[in-house]
């Protein structure tokens, strides 16, 4: 049945329901099912009870991102070292100076940062 199709259709028919089917359950089917019991309360800021004072928009100094990215970029970095560490007696001497090399670089990144001053929480 399906080998006269394009060999493609199944394709786009997988695509336009990836799409359509969660733009309908929360656009169509999900203010049905959900209950609507707008009130005064729920309209503010916060539901605690207390007023908000001050504006919510603050600015944060740019250090503090900079402090998470630098973070995450290491986090994210050391995450490759496991599956090395796991096949290291498999890899050989080649895995071992590509990961001296990926660790050179991570200390050079570290080292730039530092000299920046990124690290600094004040």
Sequence with gaps: MFHY???YFLI?????LGIFLPVASIWVIGPILRPNKPSEAKGS???????????????????YYLFALMFVVFDVETL???P????F????????TEMLIFIVLLVIGLAYAWRKKVLEWT
């Design 80 to 82: 490759f070292l496991y």
């Design 89 to 96: 007696k498999k890899l050989g001497m080649f895995a071992l």
């Design 5 to 7: 199709w394009n060999p």
């Design 84 to 87: 090395w560490a796991v096949a």
């Design 12 to 16: 786009v028919l997988y695509v336009v």
């Design 45 to 63: 800021t916060y539901e605690s009870g207390l007023e908000p004072v001050g504006d919510a928009h603050v600015r944060y100094n740019a250090r």
